[in-house]
């Protein structure tokens, strides 16, 4: 991770499952999806990279536990989603500069019921 300087966007956040290659920067968030909690500190949220295959997923270590507000300091457009509940299961598109959720099981944008 870079050493830029961290903020806390959601007090006492929690933890949650992110693919290594969004930690090590090789890849950027592109599914996420909302579990239900393993544990008291675990939000449930489980974020992936648009370039996860199901062979690195399946390969133990490649999730790595991380707080959700150090995984939003990579990338800001999470904040939005935070309270969404368990079955939550997103796609985030960037576009000419702009970033957009879309719900993977209606197919619909719903980034503006989030503001």
Partial sequence: MSTQKFTEFIKDSGGCLVSRNIIDGRGHIKWVRRERSANPVDTGWRI???IDTDDFLNEPGNLIVASFNSIANLEPALIGIYNLPV???LQ???QDG???WHDNTTG???TDQLL
């Fill in 48 to 50: 992936l990279s648009d």
């Fill in 87 to 89: 079955g939550a299961d």
């Fill in 92 to 94: 985030l598109v960037v």
């Fill in 108 to 110: 619909q944008d719903i």
């Fill in 98 to 100: 702009r970033r957009r």
